[in-house]
């Protein structure tokens, strides 16, 4: 697997990683220098920032500043029954993966689609999440690059991901019989799962378990349920014994904080991001 070690984790905060939607309103280079100066040596990047800088261009702002990229967002939308929509989300998704390559990223998370109003069979959409990640799977090993199943919140299901648990995800990873993919833990898509830890401990019993991601669950939901995150401690997930659990499974490598949230995007970035490293430092690391 393509999960760094702690040893081989840079001398800032340690196995921190700020992920670019943390502070998505702030210019690029800003955002890396930013990361820098507060002693984060790590950054998830989306296929957005690709767009807008070029992807060798990006490589090297990102190597200019000192940092690794940790992950690259975001491949996925397989749920496609049409046969052209399909071959064109794959070939998208060939691209993602060569994008993370270029990168340097271990690893491409992989939201993986919902369904339509027109096609409303969960199980017949999930089976072809299946498929397509297994036909994804030997471009991925020949790039070196991990594809992180994402599973999201049962309120997602209709629009972004058939995928709502971590087992159903780690399902769907094993099936492929490809050591390149495996799976996420996010806090704030699994924290409500009863079956949180013993799926976590398979993933990690699996050797698929790829990428941990943090940040908490606010309350009220805000209009975008996604743009509910918040800072660690802001709101109600147990972030000491999820994160025991991900260490207790082996995991060792980077924790990525990921918050989509207007009030924080609204803050200066580098009051946000002394924040997340505080609360990263009080909330996170010293149970990793």
């Given at each position: 697997m393509n999960t760094p070690s702690s040893q081989q984790l840079g001398h800032g905060t340690p196995r921190l990683s700020l992920n670019r939607w943390t502070l998505r309103t702030t210019a690029i280079q800003q955002f890396l220098e930013t990361t820098a100066s507060h002693g984060i040596d790590a950054v998830g990047l989306w296929r957005q920032d690709v767009e807008e800088v070029g992807l060798n261009a990006l490589r090297r702002r990102a190597d200019d500043a000192g940092l690794r990229v940790s992950s690259l967002c975001r491949g996925g939308f397989l749920t496609a029954a049409d046969e052209t929509a399909r071959a064109a989300s794959l070939e998208d998704n060939r691209r993602a993966i060569d994008e993370a390559a270029a990168l340097g990223a271990p690893t491409l998370v992989m939201v993986v689609g919902g369904i339509t109003a027109e096609d409303k069979d969960i199980a017949a959409a999930r089976a072809r999440v299946a498929e397509n990640i297994a036909t994804l799977a030997?471009?991925?090993?020949a790039a070196g690059v991990t594809l992180a199943l994402e599973p999201m919140h049962p309120m997602f299901?209709?629009?972004?991901a058939v995928i709502a648990t971590l087992d159903q995800a780690l399902d769907i990873a094993e099936s492929t019989g490809s050591d390149a993919v495996g799976v996420i833990v996010d806090t704030y898509h699994v924290w409500w799962?009863?079956?949180?830890q013993q799926a976590i401990a398979r993933a990690g019993r699996t050797g698929r378990l790829l990428s941990y991601q943090v940040c908490d669950w606010n309350l009220p939901l805000a209009a975008e349920p996604l743009f509910s995150r918040g800072y660690m401690g802001d709101g109600y997930i147990d972030f000491p014994s999820i994160t025991r659990m991900v260490a207790a499974a082996g995991y060792t490598g980077d924790i990525e904080v990921e918050i989509f949230n207007q009030d924080v995007?609204?803050?200066?970035a580098d009051d946000a991001a002394a924040i997340v490293a505080a609360r990263f430092e009080e909330l996170v690391l010293p149970y990793a």
């Open positions: 030997p471009h991925a090993e299901t209709a629009d972004r799962d009863p079956a949180l995007w609204a803050t200066p």
